[in-house]
T-cell receptor, first 114, second 114 residues
Framework: DGGITQSPKYLFRKEGQNVTLSCEQN?????MYWYRQDPGQGLRLIYYSQIVNDFQKGDIAEGYSVSREKKESFPLTVTSAQKNPTAFYLCASSARRALQETQYFGPGTRLLVL | AQSVTQLGSHVSVSEGALVLLRCNYSSSVPPYLFWYVQYPNQGLQLLLK??????LVKGINGFEAEFKKSETSFHLTKPSAHMSDAAEYFC????????????FGKGTKLSVKP
């Protein structure tokens, strides 16, 4: 059963702590994306990757980092430099990074600050 | 630069009534447009997309949208609302240039009254 998995469903971060959100896809997609969702703000792009070992900053990359060591995995680290990390984080993938390609979304991870 | 405006952050309809969710876009190039639906605490699911093949696009769950270039609109409609349609709906446009990234509107939350 193909799809995108994100873990954990809920994540709690303490002050000064880095946390990593997992995103895995078994769709054999080349492109992967991370979005942040805040109430009333829609989705904002954090990072995206077109191919293994390559990734680009999106609109709100400050305080975040990513890696793409395997085609199926695109983990996001929320660093201590991100001062307002509380949000719903969504991972997506598409077959290619082309204009008409559909992005498919995972179920999301909700990050809360203790 | 590309942008999306969704008119109305909240829309309420009665069960069986017409659903109309408005989306206007701004694009310097021929756009690709998408509608996604999000149920509470879940990821986004594609409803339909416009890729220039036909101006009237039919999607899942009885939804459709019409691309009107003269009005720069891509409104989402459904003839008869069902209780299960209650969710948040997002319109998105493909970012211009060679990128396949999406720019999302801020969303419209649809409530369906019995």
């Amino acid at each position: 059963d193909g799809g995108i998995t994100q873990s954990p469903k809920y994540l709690f971060r303490k002050e000064g702590q880095n946390v990593t959100l997992s995103c895995e896809q078994n769709l054999n997609h080349d492109a992967m994306y991370w979005y942040r969702q805040d109430p009333g703000q829609g989705l904002r792009l954090i990072y995206y990757s077109q191919i293994v070992n390559d990734f680009q900053k999106g609109d709100i990359a400050e305080g975040y980092s990513v890696s793409r060591e395997k085609k199926e995995s695109f983990p996001l680290t929320v660093t201590s430099a991100q001062k307002n990390p509380t949000a719903f984080y969504l991972c997506a993938s598409s077959a290619r990074r082309a204009l008409q390609e559909t992005q498919y979304f995972g179920p999301g991870t909700r990050l809360l600050v203790l | 630069a590309q942008s999306v405006t969704q008119l109305g952050s909240h829309v309420s309809v009665s069960e069986g009534a017409l659903v109309l969710l408005r989306c206007n876009y701004s694009s310097s190039v021929p756009p690709y447009l998408f509608w996604y639906v999000q149920y509470p605490n879940q990821g986004l699911q594609l409803l339909l997309k416009y890729t220039s093949a036909a101006t009237l696009v039919k999607g899942i769950n009885g939804f459709e949208a019409e691309f009107k270039k003269s009005e720069t609109s891509f409104h989402l409609t459904k003839p008869s609302a069902h209780m299960s349609d209650a969710a948040e709906y997002f319109c998105a446009v493909t970012r211009g240039g060679s990128q396949g990234n999406l720019i999302f509107g801020k969303g419209t939350k649809l409530s369906v009254k019995p």
